[in-house]
């Protein structure tokens, strides 16, 4: 059988690390994780749920900052491998279309992802209640705010790295104004990164009891001829609060919310001290991948029981021959998602 392949370009500095002896995990993690310690930069207590990509040979990231007054905001980072990282000191500042300041009241769990020529950063922002924010860059200096792309509630939006059907695509999890007991990943698709539409439902929540309350879309999927591989959250309810774990699934690439592989298990679920410990404990929330055409290797950044960032790694192989030969996709996971 021949083996599946990432459809992405090489990256020769990725960060990496081989699979421990004796680890049995489809994902493993880098061995000194956290990669990012508590008060990072002066008036920030904690740095997690953060999303980096590469750039011109190194690697640029934007970064949930949680200011010591509680506000969440967006940082930008720098680095050289992937791992240790140079925040800058103030936050993004985000401008309208004419230039002028246009900063979020607050925002949190950014990702990072590039289209074409053009860098998106997507993050939770107040719109009247807490939805989708959005902005584009392509020198990382001037970010300019696009339109918000939905009404609240929503959480959790992950774009598609290209257009499908000439149509930007993006995930998102429609919620509440709180911490949402609910939730399933849906799928929206805009010619223009303005105006959203063709809604689709990907998948829902499970009886599996890892993803049986909520689950949202982690990283921007991953093409690969197998399908786009994704990485999301899972959630679980226990008397003492929530468990967020690492899922793993595989859409179709031309029909993205038809899944065609649903991990049954989980990929990564809190067992270390800086998963299990910290603002909020049993934290697993994956934001980003890097990947390695060339080699198959990927690299998952992943906030950590809201207080650090972790790295986490697999193969294209690996992860994608688990997620297949655990496979428990239903019915509604493979239909087109329009009732
Ligand atoms: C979710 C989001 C994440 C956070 C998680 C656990 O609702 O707000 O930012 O990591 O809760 O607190």
């Not at 969440?72 to 309208?96: A, C, M, Q, T």
């Not at 074409?116 to 719109?127: H, K, N």
């Amino acid at each position: 059988m021949s083996q599946p392949k990432l459809l992405c370009p090489g990256l020769p500095n990725i960060p990496w690390q081989d699979r421990p002896a004796g680890c049995e995990l489809p994902l493993w993690r880098y061995s000194e994780n956290p990669i990012i310690a508590r008060n990072p930069l002066p008036g920030v207590a904690r740095i997690f749920n953060s999303a980096v990509a590469p750039c011109e040979g190194t690697y640029i990231g934007v970064f949930r900052g949680e200011q010591i007054n509680g506000v969440p905001y967006i940082y930008l980072g720098r680095s050289g491998d992937g791992i240790h990282w140079n925040f800058e000191r103030e936050k993004i500042p985000f401008v309208d279309r004419n230039g002028e300041s246009a900063m979020p009241v607050y925002a949190y769990d950014p990702r990072l992802v590039k289209v074409e020529d053009t860098y998106y950063v997507i993050w939770c922002q107040d719109f009247y209640g807490a939805s989708i924010g959005m902005a584009e860059t392509k020198d990382f200096k001037t970010f300019t705010r696009l339109e918000n792309p939905f009404i609240p509630f929503n959480r959790n939006a992950v774009l598609f790295p290209r257009k499908i059907g000439r149509l930007f695509t993006m995930l998102s999890r429609p919620s509440d104004s709180g911490h949402t007991p609910f939730g399933d990943i849906f799928l929206s698709q805009s010619p223009d990164m303005e105006f959203w539409g063709r809604h689709r439902h990907v998948m829902s929540r499970s009886s599996r009891w890892w993803e049986s309350l909520k689950i949202g879309g982690g990283a921007a999927p991953i093409e690969t001829d197998e399908g786009w591989l994704l990485f999301y959250h899972g959630v679980t309810g226990t008397c003492n609060g929530y468990v967020y774990s690492i899922g793993g699934a595989i859409l179709d690439r031309d029909e993205p919310s038809r899944v065609l592989y649903r991990c049954g298990t989980f990929l990564l679920t809190p067992e270390e001290w800086y998963e299990e410990r910290g603002f909020v404990p049993n934290v697993c929330f994956p934001c980003a991948t890097l990947q390695d055409g060339d080699t198959g290797r990927i690299a998952i950044y992943y906030g950590c029981a809201d207080s650090y960032v972790g790295l986490a790694f697999t193969t294209a192989d690996e992860v994608i021959g688990y997620i297949k030969a655990h496979d428990e996709a239903d019915e509604t996971d493979r239909e087109p998602g329009v009732r």
